[in-house]
């Protein structure tokens, strides 16, 4: 008995260990690639690296920018919303988009530490002012990310196959990726559904519950919800690179968007492995590309935040008033 219970807290801090490790190697090697590819373009410019990026920065149409950003920050949030107010509504109960509203905003300071407590916060709230039932709860926002990963996954094919003659090379990873998720997500239905290996019993789990309800139109109409937040994306980043001095049109930036939005959700500080794609993918504009990588997703999350605090009074009268 005693060495189970030793070895039990060893098993428990492994794998935390090496999550942290890869976490430290993937931050240096970012910065690492950022610092090099900067300097290098200050070099050329004869300038110190310094002064390089203060150049970049002063040459942006900062104005308008913040208000296609406040925009955007703004409508995302509402599609957001709707998208969480669905799908409770399919799974749940019938809860109005207005009182989804405080708490989903209310999350968005959560997440800027942790996107997974984020969403544990919203089933918290739900469950004490909604009295709906935690674990239900959070199997909606399970789905949700399960299917966040196959929508970013669908538009990074429609992107490919608008624009694959002008990407990288890599990218023609994609249509295989594609096909493997493809039988991973028939798989996986079909398994919640009953059709294969009916006899398992790991799917009774109250954390599958959205599963186990969730029928192939589900996923499609999550899809259909979801995309407007990434159409009004291309075209806000689309504009929003122009007022930096890159020169990008609608159709370049709608391949990438996606493979760059599944960067932004790795978690490195300041967003940095989307700011060290960004530079990747547009290798004639470092300073640039840096320069907005750093302030379009920085300042996306923050905005979203300050939303949160809007709606912070509200939630927490709404969660203890009770």
């Not at 409770?88 to 997974?116: G, H, T, V």
């Not at 196959?161 to 079909?190: K, Q, T």
Request: net charge positive.
């Amino acid at each position: 008995m005693a060495s189970d219970k030793d070895s039990m807290p060893t098993q428990a801090k492994k794998p935390n260990s090496i999550g942290r490790i890869v976490f430290v190697v993937l931050t240096v090697l970012c910065f690492a690639y950022l610092y090099y590819r900067l300097n290098g373009a200050a070099l050329r410019e004869g300038l110190s690296l310094l002064d390089y990026m203060a150049q970049v920065f002063a040459t942006v149409d900062w104005v308008p920018w913040l208000f296609l950003m406040v925009g955007y920050s703004i409508y995302y949030f509402c599609i957001d919303t709707l998208v969480v107010t669905k799908a409770l509504n399919w799974f749940i109960a019938d809860i109005k988009f207005r009182d989804i509203m405080p708490i989903r905003a209310s999350a968005y300071i959560i997440s800027l530490f942790n996107e997974q407590i984020g969403k544990g916060a919203m089933a918290y709230y739900l469950n004490k002012r909604h009295e709906t039932p935690g674990w239900e709860v959070g199997s909606v926002m399970l789905l949700i990310m399960f299917c966040e990963v196959f929508y970013l996954l669908v538009w990074a094919i429609i992107g490919y196959a608008i624009g694959r003659d002008s990407l990288p090379a890599v990218f023609g990873l994609i249509p295989y990726i594609a096909i493997g998720a493809s039988l991973v997500l028939i798989l996986w239905i079909s398994y919640f559904q009953g059709r294969i290996l009916s006899s398992n019993t790991f799917r009774d789990r109250r954390i599958f519950h959205a599963f186990r309800q969730a029928k192939p139109w589900h996923y499609g109409a999550f899809f259909l919800l979801r995309s407007p937040a990434l159409l009004g994306a291309i075209v806000v980043y689309a504009v929003a690179l122009n007022l930096f001095g890159v020169d990008a049109s609608f159709m370049m930036i709608m391949p990438y968007l996606p493979v760059i939005f599944f960067a932004a959700a790795v978690p490195t500080p300041m967003r940095a492995a989307a700011i060290t794609l960004w530079v990747i993918l547009f290798p004639d504009n470092e300073g640039q590309m840096a320069a907005f990588g750093f302030v379009q997703h920085n300042f996306f999350i923050l905005f979203n935040a300050a939303i949160g605090l809007v709606f912070w009074r509200r939630a927490q009268q709404e969660l203890f008033s009770r």
